[in-house]
């Protein structure tokens, strides 16, 4: 009973000093532990938009700064993929076209790996826009041994809390965008579960709640889709400290929210690393 009262004491304690500091500073404490009580669905996590398509990387056009072991150091925790046969069996991950830059999704794949066995309280969620064959797309992930890590959900269950899926080494939470055929039981057909947001915007007063994908806020999981693409329709890492500024995500994840009623799962962005999305996620998870 004292260690418990002594955790809720911290943890009290934590969001006073976060609500005192004028919300401009992230939670740094050990965030894994804190969240780990929570029940999947009522965690926000901060996911990147492309996230293969880095500068780190080589990509021509990026839509994030760093590789995905560095966004997921830094506190990512949802990832977006898109997925291509490979020509000899191997499945590349790129956005658009090759020619801009491509990887080896099994070389990306490892990279979530080795973070996931260095860090064994975190829980990773991926959505794959699956243009290539499942096939080539569950090579990559069972050939290094990643099946084994993950979570699967039958829709309307309920889901677990984080503490229950790391206890069972089930941190890897994997969707796919395209409902094809064959697909293994762990990729989950994203729009089954969930719903967002539309995800063209070319200045912040085009920022709305419409929902996009997956039907209604009926869903289980909430995606926000929140980045501006310039006048081409092309990722611009100057349009970021716009698209990410405290004041503008803070408004649109609480009218999203309200419209539809539904807590807000994931905040997908572009060039995380500018800008408050870190604490506006954080902000979501040590308010409720």
């Not at 790996?113 to 569950?138: A, H, P, R």
């Amino acid at each position: 009973m004292a260690i418990e009262n002594t955790h809720k004491f911290n943890l009290i304690t934590l969001l006073l000093l976060f609500l005192f500091s004028g919300c401009k500073k992230e939670i740094t404490l050990d965030q894994s532990s804190l969240l780990l009580p929570k029940p999947y669905d009522k965690v926000c996590f901060l996911m990147t938009h492309n996230a293969m398509n880095s500068s780190e990387k080589g990509f021509t056009i990026p839509n994030q700064t760093h590789s995905v072991t560095n966004q997921l150091k830094n506190g990512v925790r949802g990832l977006m993929l898109d997925t291509y046969d490979g020509t000899n069996g191997v499945a590349l991950t790129y956005h658009a076209t090759a020619l801009l830059g491509q990887e080896k999704l099994v070389d990306v794949m490892k990279e979530i790996k080795d973070f996931l066995l260095s860090n064994k309280k975190e829980v990773i969620t991926i959505i794959f826009q699956n243009d290539g064959s499942n096939v080539q797309l569950e090579k990559a992930i069972d050939s290094i041994g990643l099946n084994t890590m993950t979570f699967m959900h039958n829709n309307g269950d309920t889901w677990p809390t984080l503490q229950t899926m790391v206890d069972n080494n089930q941190r890897l939470v994997l969707f796919v965008e395209n409902n094809k055929l064959p697909r293994a039981n762990y990729l989950m057909y994203a729009w089954g579960s969930t719903f967002d947001t539309k995800y063209t915007y070319k200045n912040v007063n085009e920022f709305d709640s419409d929902v996009n994908r997956g039907g209604s806020g009926s869903k289980e999981l909430y995606l926000v889709n929140h980045w501006l693409q310039n006048g081409i329709g092309l990722p611009d890492k100057t349009l970021a400290p716009q698209a990410n500024k405290r004041s503008v995500i803070s408004k649109r994840v609480q009218d999203c929210a309200a419209e539809n009623d539904h807590f807000i799962n994931y905040l997908g962005v572009d060039f995380y690393e500018i800008g408050d999305a870190k604490a506006v996620v954080d902000s979501i998870n040590f308010s409720n």
